[in-house]
């Protein structure tokens, strides 16, 4: 008897405990605490989030901003399991295309009315397109970067090519044409293509030559076709590496990160890369290397190319939106949104903040980056619901197989249609 | 057999053995040989081993960047409780399985292998859901109480091994030299059940160490993050790594493993062979 009594205080006073350890955020004493869940992951992109989220607090006693460190790793997983619980920060950083189904599932807020009239007017209805869903406006779109070739300048030059401009890039073919005179078939590359992941690289870069493979159909539900635009980009790329030998078999697995070293070492003498990378390679590169960023490849329609930017939103659950959006909006001001920008080594969306000379300047190639930014849409397909699927069991082994050479253009356009369709089938009954 | 077919027989188990050895050894070898590179040397076409030009840059720069100390500490915290607290519940719980072959016994075993195959996902929303009503989210306590039941499956398992092992003769020979069940237990039993138990209690610790998804999810602030948490902030999207102090990071993760595991090593591998053979 008495055991059982000993026992049975231990389990209560284990139970106190362990209520007594809980800790939780929330009001208190009228002063409401935010929680902004960051994603930020470069040294100077840290310090740059920190710095606004010290600013506003600083200025705002009766709201304050607690800043989490989130990754990019599993924010997906990490902030379903939140909405599920409840327990989702106010204030969350993602990708646009990580938006639909969170948005889709009821848990984002819809931001149309929160938002002021300056930061509506100030970012593009291209940007706010890829983060509204159903005339509702779940994220604020803030950072976006173009996929560039970054290119051995040294080598460009000697090799006498015309060295593209924004005025006159390359079309695709003649892009073919330039990597089979740079690469000399002796372990040299004209051009490594880092395509482990192959299908948002070539769904927005085949935005160039009006291939947008997702089509709706007036009954609003979305279909694929791939028709000769889609064809461009991935005929390319497949050809430069099975038939010209122009590009290396061997990156079509690797990410981009790893082809740097082959790219330092002159294996390679472009490397198609997010215009974010330059800070790798200005980091990683050997003394002395000579590097440019020149425009992607332009097709039928120019320098047209898809993105998704990171983004802003608020959680559906959070008691304090309105304040929540009063942050957004200072967090996103023009001039802080460039400092944002350089920290990630991107775009800001904002009409204002793209004005900053900081940004066109030709050191790193900014102003290369910054003309570009008016030629960017929403990447393709990223609101049809069903699309994650699609990407990850048929379009990418299938972009794999062909890129790779081991199935023809048709036996492509056979799966990415046929099987695509299927899957797009099921999310829209 | 002749003697050089002897001598070659045994230079074969020795390479084999080096083999082994150097594929076990190179991660963490190239992972501490990069955590000194500068970032130069990162994107070297042909890297090498020995750093050309050392620095501790990568060390500072992790430190300057992340709460490392902070995250170690929590996981210090977090891993020592789940293993002493999942080693004191499944002891006891063991020796009754191993001891009582009872159809209840069999069907228990049975449903701790069975617990092993559910993927994390299936279980982590329901599991959020129970620790958010008992207040226990983002609470070092909260996430004890998930590595424990999650270790506690395996490491039952583990410890009925360990007790079959121990003849029951010797537990029925001090019961005849007059000693009662639990001086029994705690005399006899006990003694030869320690390699086990340090074994088992090594797999906990290391589990949870090395732990992220719970992690990830149960704990909501900076000052609560373990470890593994922290070092995913080191990666960007589509998997760009700030590799240097990563490496740094990475590496000074391994070593508190390593040190637990070279301490109980001996005990360990006692505990190992006494649990792979059954009387």
Known sequence: MRRARALGAAAAALVLLLAGCSGDGGDSGGRITLRFQSLAWQQESVEANKQLVAEWNARHPDVQVEYVQGSWTSVHDQLLTSFEGGEAPDVIHDASDDLADFAYGGYLADLGKLLPRRLRDDIPRASWDTTTFGGKVYGVPFLQEPRVLIANAARLKESGVRIPTLDEPWSWQEFRSVTRRLGSGKGRFGVAWPLKEPVSATLNLSLSAGGELFHRRPDGKAEIRFEDADAVVPRTVHDQVNVDGSASGATLGMGGSDTLPGFFGGKYAMVPLGFSYRQQIVQQAPKGFDWQVLPAPAGADGLAQ?????????????????????????????????????????????KEALKDPALHTDKHDWATGTALARHLRPAPAQSVRGYPEWSDKVATPALQEYYSGAIGLDELRKRLVEDGNLVLRRYQR | MTSRTKGAARAGQYLALLAYLVFLVFPF???????????????????????????????????????????????????????????????????????????????????????????????????????????????????????????LPFALWMLVGYVRAVPVELEEAAAVDGAG????????????????????????????????????????????????????????????????????????????????????????????????VKS
Do not use: C
């Open chain 1, 306 to 350: 898809g993105v998704s930017p990171q983004t802003l939103s608020v959680a559906e659950d959070s008691p304090h939106k309105k304040e929540a959006a009063a942050f957004i909006d200072f967090f996103l001001r023009p001039a802080n949104m460039v400092r944002l920008a350089r920290g990630d080594w991107m775009l800001p969306t904002g």
């Open chain 2, 29 to 151: 070898l190239w992972l501490l040989s990069t955590s000194f590179k500068p970032a130069t040397e990162l994107g070297s076409l042909h890297p090498t081993w020995i750093p050309e030009d050392p620095t501790l840059a990568n060390y500072r720069q992790a430190f300057d960047e992340q709460p490392l100390l902070r995250a170690a500490g929590n996981s210090l915290v977090a891993a020592l409780s789940a293993a002493v607290i999942a080693v004191v519940i499944a002891t006891p719980m063991a020796y009754v399985m191993a001891r009582h072959r009872t159809l209840l016994a069999r069907a228990a075993t049975g449903w701790v292998v069975v617990s092993q195959a559910f993927p994390f996902v299936l279980v982590i929303i329901p599991l959020f859901l129970v620790l958010k009503n008992l207040r226990l989210i983002n609470s070092l306590p909260g996430l004890i109480m998930v590595y424990v039941v999650w270790a």
């Open chain 2, 181 to 276: 069940r639990l001086r029994t237990l705690v005399s006899v039993t006990a003694p030869l059940l320690a390699p086990g138990i340090g074994a088992t209690a090594l797999f906990a610790f290391i589990t949870a160490w090395n732990e992220f998804f719970f992690a990830l999810v149960l704990l909501k602030t900076p000052e609560k993050q373990t470890l593994p948490v922290v070092l995913t902030h080191f990666i960007g999207a589509e998997g760009v790594a700030d590799l240097g102090p990563l490496a740094a990071a990475a590496f000074l993760a391994t070593l508190p493993s390593l040190v637990v595991f070279a301490l109980i090593q001996k005990r360990i591998t006692g505990g190992m062979l006494a649990g792979a």
